[in-house]
């Protein structure tokens, strides 16, 4: 059974920083792809940047240059550090994982408020 642990949420204000965190327990399997979404009040879930298994990372235009996305594929855990967070940031983020044969899982979601 695949679980994942997301912690750092939590409020900031405008052009402050955080660092979320996802911790995936996957027993004997593989992770591929890891990546956060995230969920805006009203809108529908989205991709806010993904990372491969080898390092390949893509992100969403609304964070290029402000997100970065990490792993480390020893520990099963993924990254995702927000610089200059604007209050339209604000959404629950969600971490996703892909495991190999298995299929994707999602976290119970961690919210990120950002307003002064």
């Known amino acids: 059974q695949v679980q994942l642990v997301e912690s750092g949420g939590g409020l900031v204000q405008p052009g402050g920083s955080l660092r979320l965190s996802c911790a995936a327990s996957v027993g004997p399997f593989s992770i591929t792809d890891m990546a956060w979404y995230r969920q805006r009040p009203g809108k529908q879930r989205e991709l806010v940047a993904g990372?491969?298994?080898?390092?390949?990372?893509n992100y969403a235009d609304f964070v290029k240059g402000r997100f970065t996305i990490s792993r480390d594929n020893n520990k099963n855990t993924v990254s995702l550090q927000m610089n200059n967070l604007k209050p339209e940031d604000t959404a629950v983020y969600y971490c996703?994982?892909?495991?190999?044969?298995?299929?994707?899982?999602w976290g119970q979601g961690t919210q990120v408020t950002v307003s002064s």
């Open positions: 990372i491969s298994r080898g390092g390949l990372t």
């Open positions: 996703n994982v892909i495991v190999l044969n298995r299929g994707g899982s």
